[in-house]
């Protein structure tokens, strides 16, 4: 089974800061997903990668498949990115996400 | 199509009731997925379907527990005799595998929270 794991588990910043979230897991992975959980639960997918690098607006999200290790960076933080990213893989042959517990982010004006 | 959709998005019971949540996916998307999340953690893996195969279940899924997709568009996940340990957020996603084995990504929908009492 792949275990994930995200640090940090909590990360408070002033609004304009540079945010890393990362996550590390410990087996070979078909896929990864940054997903946003906002209160309230919906879940919504920011990125899906298997190698390299994904831009998406302020958001950034990078993958190492050797050290089994990703990132999700957001430039020029703002409040509105307030909420708890969540990493999960997909291991080969399996069609189930495996989750890490999350990082929940708050941006302070 | 406005996304995935899931009724109700609470729901309050008391210990002992059965209780029934429905999961809408994206109307073209074949696979359909059910997560429960207790509050702290992130989201586990109950089970999924293929149109209206189930092809895996978790062994978090008791036996209190059943799903189903009878024409492979809608789902319901239905919880008999609730417990208090039941009480979590449910989670519904689904997706479109193409022929190869082509993987796509998971669209979610808002989850139905049950408190059991």
């Known amino acids: 089974k792949n275990e994930v794991e995200q640090s940090p588990q909590n990360l408070t910043a002033q609004e304009g800061e540079f945010i890393t979230i990362n996550c590390s897991y410990s087996v070979g992975i078909s896929a990864l997903h940054w997903l946003q959980q906002h209160p309230g639960g919906g879940i919504v997918s920011l990125f899906m990668?298997?190698?390299g690098k994904k831009k998406h607006g302020r958001l950034i999200a990078t993958i190492n498949i050797q050290e089994k290790h990703s990132s999700l960076h957001i430039t020029a933080s703002h409040p509105r990115d307030s909420a708890v990213y969540i990493c999960a893989v997909r291991d080969f042959g399996n069609e189930k996400l495996t989750f890490g517990t999350g990082t929940r982010l708050t941006i302070i004006p | 199509d406005t996304g995935v959709s899931q009724n109700p998005r609470h729901k309050i019971t008391k210990r002992g009731q059965n209780v029934t949540f429905r999961c809408d996916p994206i109307?073209?998307?074949?696979?359909l997925y059910w997560y429960r999340q207790t509050l702290g953690q992130g989201p586990e893996f109950l089970t999924y379907?293929?149109?209206?195969?189930?092809?895996?279940k978790s062994r978090l899924l008791s036996d209190r527990f059943s799903a189903e997709r009878p024409k492979g568009s809608f789902s319901t996940l239905e919880i008999q005799r609730t417990e208090q340990g039941d009480s979590a957020m449910y989670l519904c996603?689904?997706?479109?595998?193409?022929?190869?084995?082509?993987?796509?990504?998971?669209?979610f929908g808002p989850g139905t929270r049950l408190t059991v009492l």
């Open positions: 379907f293929q149109n209206e195969a189930q092809l895996e």
């Open positions: 990668l298997s190698s």
């Open positions: 996603a689904s997706s479109l595998e193409l022929a190869g084995g082509y993987y796509n990504e998971q669209f």
């Open positions: 109307s073209e998307h074949n696979r």
